[in-house]
């Protein structure tokens, strides 16, 4: 895979929370970005995913985890 390669790390239905969490992994210094965020009417009902490049995944994943926004499992 190119570390440069944008992968999905998260994915909700909730796209103030997408840009939430995109927001605290820019404070953390990883490069994310919302994809689907765009629902105009269906807010609430399709996916929106966070993407960061390849190299940052792992990091990032974990930075989602300990955010206090972040729904537990």
Do not use: C
Not at 11 to 21: K, M, V
């Amino acid at each position: 895979m190119d570390p440069q390669e944008l992968v999905p790390i998260y994915s909700t239905t909730d796209p103030t929370l997408a840009s939430i969490l995109v927001n605290g992994l820019k404070d953390e210094g990883i490069s994310a970005t919302i994809e689907g965020g765009n629902q105009g009417g269906f807010a609430g009902v399709l996916d929106v995913r966070i993407l960061v490049r390849a190299w940052d995944a792992d990091r990032a994943a974990k930075v989602i985890r300990e955010h206090p926004q972040t729904p537990g499992d």
